[in-house]
T-cell receptor, first 114, second 118 residues
Framework: KAGVTQTPRYLIKTRGQQVTLSCSPI?????VSWYQQTPGQGLQFLFE???????NKGNFPGRFSGRQFSNSRSEMNVSTLELGDSALYLCASSLDRGLYNEQFFGPGTRLTVL | AQKITQTQPGMFVQEKEAVTLDCTYDTSDQSYGLFWYKQPSSGEMIFLIY??????QNATEGRYSLNFQKARKSANLVISASQLGDSAMYFCAMREGESGGSNYKLTFGKGTLLTVNP
């Protein structure tokens, strides 16, 4: 079974631009979560999607948004990029929503904002 | 208050020796799950082991075991017979049960950088 895939792996943007990151979960997994990882703040939860609906959202500004498609693939979008948005963005999928479901992570997209 | 505390920013261990990475957590929920992940320099988060709050036995997965002490709210990861490939960042994480909302996010600690010396 293929793992979680994320595209692109690396991205360089300038302030003010917008960016879209893509995540394909493990086949059969219906829940997709996104995390931002920075040296200063560590790993922070962005949002979770299940059945094309956002089920949970972290403490991030409205510039961060996402969506999930009927095939469970997910995209996240960041508009009006700021320098502080430079980070590793990790996508994770799990079979279902549930307290005990393991989340499996993709390799991440490393975003650099200049 | 921090939900997950990993007090060891860095740890060193000799190859083939065992090492314990500490993790304490804070929750008022009765139902929760504790997870350990490994992140090599490549960046990918690799799931290692899981412990549910109601599990009476400590979880084990190959060379990994979780020393779960519920009363102390600790969930330490034990790696036996360390290998050079174990050098990586290790993160402890918790998912809490429903306490007024659907908290299905993982809350991570700051991590411990493990270096295995030959």
């Amino acid at each position: 079974k293929a793992g979680v895939t994320q595209t692109p792996r690396y991205l360089i943007k300038t302030r003010g631009q917008q960016v879209t990151l893509s995540c394909s979960p493990i086949s059969g997994h219906r829940s997709v979560s996104w995390y931002q990882q920075t040296p200063g703040q560590g790993l922070q939860f962005l949002f979770e999607y299940f059945s094309e609906t956002q089920r949970n959202k972290g403490n991030f500004p409205g510039r961060f948004s996402g969506r999930q498609f009927s095939n469970s693939r997910s995209e996240m979008n960041v508009s009006t990029l700021e320098l502080g948005d430079s980070a590793l963005y990790l996508c994770a999928s799990s079979l279902d929503r549930g307290l005990y479901n393991e989340q499996f992570f993709g390799p991440g997209t490393r975003l650099t904002v200049l | 208050a921090q939900k997950i505390t990993q007090t060891q920013p860095g740890m060193f261990v000799q190859e083939k020796e065992a090492v314990t990475l500490d993790c304490t957590y804070d929750t008022s929920d009765q139902s929760y799950g504790l997870f350990w992940y490994k992140q090599p320099s490549s960046g990918e988060m690799i799931f290692l082991i899981y412990q549910g709050s109601y599990d009476e036995q400590n979880a084990t997965e190959g060379r990994y075991s979780l020393n779960f002490q519920k009363a102390r709210k600790s969930a330490n990861l034990v790696i036996s017979a360390s290998q050079l490939g174990d050098s990586a960042m290790y993160f402890c994480a918790m998912r809490e049960g429903e306490s007024g909302g659907s908290n299905y996010k993982l809350t991570f600690g700051k991590g411990t950088l493990l270096t295995v010396n030959p």
